[in-house]
């Protein structure tokens, strides 16, 4: 209930908001008005502050923690683009494994997932995401946070909307590592150790170690990374 005017009392809807839905609402909002202001401020801060957070943690890993660490953000962030996916049209299996193909070749300059798959010259059911370095993981990170922002910001509404702004996204990453003088993802080597392997040599650590206390906490949930790695999608 509410008081207008007259001194009356009125109902008057009222709303809970996600997170992700706040940060949307604030960022185009007028930042005249001062709450507008101090929420963009706010955003800005946390996000600062991630930022930071994240360079930290990778700064003190080696190239196999970084790996895991990379892996499972990625496998956060793809069930989120698949979310914003699925909500601009994207329904079925074929769907999804096209939206996601659209992605890779804007990345790896043409190559679809299955491109991918014969390049690494891996065998049936492993998956390309696995058998990637950090510096691949974090490309293809960058590619899906920025395709959901970009699926969610412009309120794209068809599965060929989705595809294409997959594609660009992929496309400008690919020229962005090429601008910076990088080696082109499809260039990268793969691995010796898969992501399984690592995880497999992780917890062995971590057995080891029980009994010892230990400033470095570990990656990743010892009975939730299996089950997050083999649900997220290629």
Do not use: W
Not at 108 to 129: C, M, S, V
């Amino acid at each position: 209930m509410v008081i207008i005017g007259s001194g009356a009392h009125r109902k008057t809807k009222d709303y809970q908001l996600s997170r992700y839905a706040c940060y949307l609402i604030i960022q185009n909002a007028d930042p005249e008005k001062e709450i507008v202001a101090l929420g963009q401020t706010y955003f800005a801060v946390q996000t600062r502050r991630q930022e930071v957070a994240e360079a930290e943690i990778l700064a003190g890993l080696d190239e196999a923690q970084r790996r895991l660490y990379l892996r499972g953000q990625l496998a956060d962030h793809n069930r989120n683009l698949s979310d914003a996916a699925n909500q601009a049209g994207v329904l079925t299996a074929q769907d999804f494994a096209l939206f996601h193909d659209h992605g890779y070749m804007g990345l790896y300059g043409g190559l679809r997932a299955q491109d991918i798959h014969q390049r690494k010259q891996l065998k049936r059911g492993q998956h390309i995401l696995d058998h990637m370095g950090a510096t691949e993981l974090a490309a293809n990170l960058f590619r899906a946070t920025q395709t959901e922002e970009k699926l969610r910001r412009e309120e794209i509404a068809t599965k060929d909307g989705a595809n294409a702004a997959h594609l660009q996204v992929g496309q400008i990453v690919r020229r962005t590592i090429q601008e910076l003088g990088g080696t082109m993802p499809e260039q990268l080597p793969t691995p010796e150790k898969s992501i399984k392997k690592l995880e497999a040599e992780e917890r062995k650590r971590l057995r080891q170690r029980a009994a010892e206390p230990s400033p470095q906490l570990p990656l990743f949930a010892d009975q939730e990374i299996g089950d997050e790695a083999a649900s997220d999608t290629e």
